[in-house]
Every structure is written in structure tokens, then in C-alpha cells.
């Protein structure tokens, strides 16, 4: 199966950005048979949070633009956006580490079985 991941990072190398403070998410595509993942672009977002406030409306601003993602890395996540991003079936890691280091953890662990990962992309 083929899965959208994204990761919230502010230079595409790393996953450096708290969920309601990232900018923009860097999206790609694991394909869990040939165990292979590439990325494909980015997707600009307007932060959820401001200055320790958030809002849902925010949250669902950023999980929209998101559109088909299965799976979102951040480096942190607080109790609400966890909560808002799981009620919406999407799976959220925090995994402050290289994109790269990411998927490999993820690839090794085999999430997306354990998971049960949700809006696979294609078989």
C-alpha cells in the first residue's frame, strides 16, 4: 500500500516544528511493499497556535490543507491537537528526528499494520 505522510519541518531535512507552530508540512509517499518513500513537495500552512493560543478552528484549518494525509511527524504536538488530529482518523508521531530517520523508525516498527493506518492513497 502506498501512504501520504507529512512532516512538519521548516527545512525539509528535519522534523523540527510543533504541530500548531509549523509553517509548512513536507509531504511524501511510502510505499509499504518495495519499502520505499519519496518525497513529493511541501504544503504551506497558517500555524494553528499564536503566542500559546490555539484553536480548533485552526487545527481544522491545517488538518484540511492536509487533505489525504495518513500520517502526521512533528517534532511536538500538545493534548488538543492531538486529540482534534486523531478524531479526524489521522495518525500523529512525534518523532523529533531527520525526515529520513523518521520513515526508517517508522518502516522498522511497521506502523501503518500496527496503527492500522487510515485513507491509503492507492494499493
Known sequence: MVFTLAFAS??????????GQARRFYSGLLD???EDFDLTGYIDVTPSCH???????????VVDAL?????????????????FISEKGIKLYEIP??????????MEE????ADKWQYHTKN
Not at 11 to 17: A, H, L, P, T, Y
Not at 67 to 83: D, E, F, L, T, Y
Open 32 to 34: 509499504t511493499e518495495k
Open 51 to 61: 503566542g500559546g493560543e490555539h484553536s480548533v478552528d485552526g487545527f481544522g484549518a
Open 97 to 106: 528526528l531527520s525526515i529520513e530517520q523518521a520513515v526508517c523508525l517508522l
Open 110 to 113: 511497521k506502523q501503518w499494520e
Open 67 to 83: 487533505a489525504g494525509v495518513s500520517v502526521i511527524v512533528v517534532q511536538r504536538a500538545g493534548p488538543g491537537a492531538k486529540r
Open 10 to 19: 521548516n527545512d525539509g531535512v528535519n522534523v523540527n516544528e510543533h504541530f
